[in-house]
């Protein structure tokens, strides 16, 4: 636990280097913590970032975040995830949103427990195929 602890206020840090940031310290409890990447839920929500856990218990939508970079740390499961290509069939679901239901080309990866993959602004992304569950820790660097 303390070696994932670690590696989140590593992964957080370099998340919101170079943005403006606030002067309030923020600190989640572990048992929040671990209740949020069971369950999924927000953790910090800011103007610049936000940290939730995720818990998916099978395939979801693909994204597009227009204005998050999306880094993800995968605590618990594993799943079949795709980034890039071209989102088929996609629609505008809230302001800088697209989500749809399929993806033509892109890359896939195989995510497991320790993993971190860093999504960048605008790359769809997905997770195809998620066997039993997959939780992960959620860190979105939201551009202005």
């Known amino acids: 636990m303390k070696r994932t602890l670690t590696l989140v206020a590593i992964v957080a840090?370099?998340?919101?280097?170079g943005h403006a940031q606030s002067s309030q310290v923020t600190q989640v409890d572990h048992e929040k913590v671990a209740?949020?990447?069971?369950?999924?839920?927000?953790?910090v929500t800011a103007k610049d970032y936000t940290v939730q856990g995720i818990h998916r218990a099978?395939?979801?939508?693909?994204?597009?975040?227009?204005?998050?970079?999306?880094i993800f740390y995968i605590t618990d499961g594993e799943a079949t995830f795709v980034t890039?290509?071209?989102?088929?069939?996609?629609?505008?679901t809230a302001p800088n949103q697209?989500?749809?239901?399929?993806?033509?080309?892109?890359?896939?990866?195989h995510l497991k427990k320790?993993?971190?993959?860093?999504?960048?602004a605008g790359?769809?992304?997905?997770?195809?195929?998620?066997?039993v569950s997959i939780n992960y820790l959620t860190i979105k660097v939201i551009k202005p």
């Open 84 to 92: 890039g290509g071209t989102m088929v069939g996609g629609r505008q």
């Open 58 to 70: 099978g395939p979801g939508q693909v994204e597009i975040h227009q204005k998050e970079t999306d």
């Open 123 to 131: 790359v769809p992304h997905w997770f195809k195929e998620v066997p």
């Open 114 to 120: 320790g993993d971190v993959i860093v999504i960048p």
């Open 13 to 17: 840090t370099i998340a919101i280097t």
């Open 98 to 109: 697209l989500r749809g239901p399929d993806l033509k080309g892109g890359e896939t990866r």
């Open 35 to 43: 209740a949020a990447l069971a369950k999924g839920g927000a953790l």
